[in-house]
T-cell receptor
C-alpha cells in the first residue's frame, strides 16, 4: 500500500535556527513528490515538485531534496512567517495524476 | 492569473441533509480533484475528474459524488450528511500532470 510518513509531527524553532523536516514514502512507482505549505484555515500552497532521486529545488529559505525512500525539506535561518504546517505528498504510477497521497504534515512554529 | 475558487467558504448543515460544493479551476486546467481534510485523518483523496470524466475515486461511501462540466468547473455532493462528514473540503486543479493547485476550501460543519 502506498504510504507517506512525515516527521516530526511538530517542530519548534527559534528564529535563525536551521532544521530539516522528513518525508518517508513507500510507493510502487514514484511519479512525483510534492511539498506544500498550509496556513490555518487555508488551502495548501504549492512549494516544490521533485521527480527523481538526487534532485534538489530551492526557494528562499527552503530547500527540498529527494532520495529513493525519502525527501527532506531544509529550512535555513527560519523566520516567524515560516510558521505553518508543511505537507508532503506523492503521486504514484498506476494511479491517476490527480490522486495525491498525503502525509499528515509537520507543524512548524518559529519563535522570534 | 486567478487561482482555484471554491464556494461557499463555510457551511453549516443538519444531519440527514445534503450539500453541494463548487470549484472553479485555474483557467486551462482540465483536471479537478477533491480532498477531505480532518485533524485525525489528514488529507484524503475523494475523486478526480478530467474532461468531464471521473478518472479515479478514493475509498469513500457512495454518498459522496461529483461531476465536472464542460468548462471544467466541478461540483461535489454529499447526501444524507453524518456528523463525521464535518471537515475542510479542498479542491485542486492541474493540467493533468505535475503539480496541483488548491483552493481555500469549504469548511462544512454538520450538526
Amino acid at each position: 500500500e502506498d504510504q507517506v510518513t512525515q516527521s516530526p509531527e511538530a517542530l519548534r524553532l527559534q528564529e535563525g535556527e536551521s532544521s530539516s523536516l522528513n518525508c518517508s514514502y513507500t510507493v510502487s512507482g514514484l511519479r512525483g513528490l510534492f511539498w506544500y505549505r498550509q496556513d490555518p484555515g487555508k488551502g495548501p500552497e504549492f512549494l516544490f515538485t521533485l521527480y527523481s532521486a538526487g534532485e534538489e529545488k530551492e526557494k528562499e529559505r527552503l530547500k527540498a531534496t529527494l532520495t529513493k525512500k525519502e525527501s527532506f525539506l531544509h529550512i535555513t535561518a527560519p523566520k516567524p512567517e515560516d510558521s505553518a504546517t508543511y505537507l508532503c505528498a506523492v503521486q504514484a504510477f498506476g494511479g491517476s495524476q490527480g490522486n495525491l497521497i498525503f502525509g499528515k504534515g509537520t507543524k512548524l512554529s518559529v519563535k522570534p | 492569473k486567478a487561482g482555484v475558487t471554491q464556494t461557499p467558504r463555510y457551511l453549516i448543515k443538519t444531519r440527514g441533509q445534503q450539500v453541494t460544493l463548487s470549484c472553479s479551476p485555474i483557467s486551462g486546467h482540465r483536471s479537478v480533484s477533491w480532498y477531505q481534510q480532518t485533524p485525525g485523518q489528514g488529507l484524503q483523496f475523494l475523486f478526480e475528474y478530467f474532461s468531464e470524466t471521473q478518472r479515479n475515486k478514493g475509498n469513500f461511501p457512495g454518498r459522496f459524488s461529483g461531476r465536472q462540466f464542460s468548462n471544467s468547473r466541478s461540483e461535489m455532493n454529499v447526501s444524507t450528511l453524518e456528523l463525521g462528514d464535518s471537515a475542510l473540503y479542498l479542491c485542486a486543479s492541474s493540467r493533468g500532470q505535475g503539480e496541483a493547485f488548491f483552493g481555500q476550501g469549504t469548511r462544512l460543519t454538520v450538526v
